[in-house]
């Protein structure tokens, strides 16, 4: 572990077009990597080398590797633990707007080094460069508005006694103690870091455990929290497999917060059921669209096609279902073909592409079977299907699929890359349950002229968020507001006032004033008294309408 400053200078522009930013040298990854909690001396005789465990992935844009990044055992994330939990009372004790002084220091640090930031995620996972730059914002608004609101979503709340006037109460806000943050690949810096800020802000420790394929990622910007003044041990950071690391953290921690897919969140509840540790988990989805009868088709498929195809598909509130009114189904599927052929694949570090690269070689295994089983099974291809290799190795066309039938994977398992369905609908009841099939309930998205009437389906759609006129982005980026699911999508809310509320627990404390509750004196005759003047207040306060 290391509080050095990293003071790596922003590159003057865009890397070249490729794989490893020129500005990342071998130097500056061994600081960040000094980041991750990890004994060295164990490991190395547990291994019987002298550096222990390592991972390495691979660059989406040309599969090179990117880089040794050390890996931790269940001993590691127990001393991380251990480290975090002694260092959580001070920083809890720290008056609530000097712990946002830091966070915002933070913020200001992430907008002047984004290029850093940029290049980073774009050299992990490959998407386009504005879904990269669409994590700065969102975790600069978070950080911001936590800094700024914690304080206020964390008040101590008066509530009324059991005796008016000689009862009070008052209900505050302590933090859970140590929380364990689990994200994963596709947005490592907004999953990565946006769980984090809140947790930290409710006067916790952290430790995280990084995904291995973007690792890099997360300790670049624990350095930067470093330097804008976080206490070394508050914030730790464990790298490895999430079975065993994952598994490890969950077994430690007094909270969990999980994103990932449905089947390991189950796993991750019940192991942290079994410790009476609450989770929070945003978890799979199978997001649907309803395009109504007067919508605007221009606009619904210009939308439809950032709401699908952005972060190359990759993101749990992305749609992959779209339900069209029938008589304007065949306007809106040429509105939507125009909109996603004109979109623009590339891998450069830059703004030219609107679509990058698929993340690996899973993901683009997983894309292409959910396409071509379609196809095999009587669906049509309206534009994309293809791999595109001659751009880079897990390239694949934005797609959009018509005849999809119940007995193909692509219609209710998540495909979680650049693919929707479309189909058509007759009546709002019909689209509200065709919204509702399946068992997931992330998010929605109803396009209509008629906002009050796209308010009332939105009223019943089983999911956490339902845009109206948007894809997704509205209710995701609107920090104020809760965000989650239902169902198999998950439990809890990141966002909101729940955001921050979720990492603490609530203590009630009540002051008696003049006189302790109950008989002022044993024997029968004072407590049948007492009951009695008790049962008159409590008529009393009926006739009132009190309470």
Not at 89 to 107: C, I, K, N, Q, T
Request: charged residues 20%; aromatic residues 6%.
């Amino acid at each position: 572990m290391t509080t050095d400053q990293d003071q790596t200078p922003a590159p003057p522009g865009p890397a070249a077009a490729g794989s490893r930013p020129a500005w990342v040298t071998d130097e500056a990854i061994a600081r960040w990597c000094a980041w991750v909690c990890r004994d060295v001396s164990r490991q190395g005789a547990e291994g019987g080398g002298g550096a222990g465990p390592v991972a390495v992935a691979v660059a989406p844009f040309d599969l090179t590797p990117i880089a040794t990044v050390p890996a931790c055992t269940p001993e590691d994330v127990v001393e991380a633990v251990t480290g975090a939990r002694a260092a959580q009372p001070a920083w809890a004790e720290r008056e609530s707007r000097r712990r946002g002084d830091v966070v915002l220091a933070f913020h200001d640090l992430l907008l002047e080094r984004q290029e850093q930031a940029l290049d980073l995620i774009q050299w992990e996972t490959g998407k386009a460069r504005y879904h990269a730059w669409q994590e700065v914002a969102q975790v600069a608004t978070i950080a911001r508005h936590y800094a700024r609101r914690a304080r206020h979503y964390l008040a101590p709340r008066r509530v009324r006694g059991m005796v008016p006037g000689l009862t009070r109460v008052q209900e505050v806000r302590v933090p859970k103690g140590v929380v364990g943050v689990i994200s994963p690949w596709n947005y490592p810096l907004y999953l990565g870091v946006g769980d984090v800020l809140p947790a930290l802000l409710a006067g916790n420790a952290v430790v995280s455990k990084a995904d291995s394929q973007t690792a890099l990622t997360l300790l670049w910007t624990r350095a930067l929290m470093a330097e804008a003044g976080l206490p070394a041990q508050l914030w730790q950071i464990v790298t490895g497999s999430g079975a065993v690391v994952g598994t490890a953290l969950v077994d430690s921690v007094d909270f969990v917060c999980f994103t990932g897919s449905t089947a390991t969140g189950r796993a991750v509840a019940e192991r942290a059921a079994r410790r009476l540790v609450g989770a929070s988990l945003e978890l799979g989805g199978k997001n649907p669209l309803i395009v109504r009868e007067d919508a605007d088709l221009a606009a619904a498929a210009a939308g439809t096609a950032v709401a699908a195809f952005a972060n190359t598909g990759q993101m749990c509130i992305h749609i992959e279902r779209v339900y069209v009114h029938e008589k304007v189904y065949d306007a809106f599927r040429a509105e939507l073909v125009r909109a996603t052929q004109a979109l623009r694949l590339g891998r450069s570090y830059d703004y030219a592409a609107d679509v990058g690269s698929l993340t690996s070689a899973a993901r683009l295994a997983e894309v292409a079977a959910h396409v071509d089983g379609a196809v095999a099974k009587g669906a049509t291809v309206l534009t994309g299907g293809r791999a595109r290799t001659d751009i880079g190795p897990l390239f694949y066309e934005p797609t959009v699929l018509e005849g999809v039938t119940p007995e193909m994977p692509v219609w209710d398992q998540e495909t979680f890359g650049p693919v929707l369905s479309l189909a058509s609908y007759a009546t709002d009841e019909e689209a509200v349950a065709l919204a509702n099939q399946g068992t997931y309930g992330l998010s929605a998205s109803v396009w209509s002229k008629d906002v009050r009437a796209a308010g009332r389906m939105a009223g019943r759609i089983r999911a956490g968020s339902v845009n109206i006129n948007d894809g997704a982005a509205a209710a995701a980026g609107s920090i104020e507001a809760g965000m989650g699911g239902t169902g198999d999508s998950g439990l809890g809310r990141r966002h909101g006032v729940e955001g921050i509320r979720k990492y603490t627990e609530s203590r009630t404390v009540a002051t008696q004033r003049l006189m302790p509750l109950g008989p002022p004196k044993p024997g029968e005759s004072a407590v049948r008294g007492f009951v009695n003047r008790t049962n008159s207040q409590l008529a009393l306060l009926r006739r009132l309408g009190v309470r």
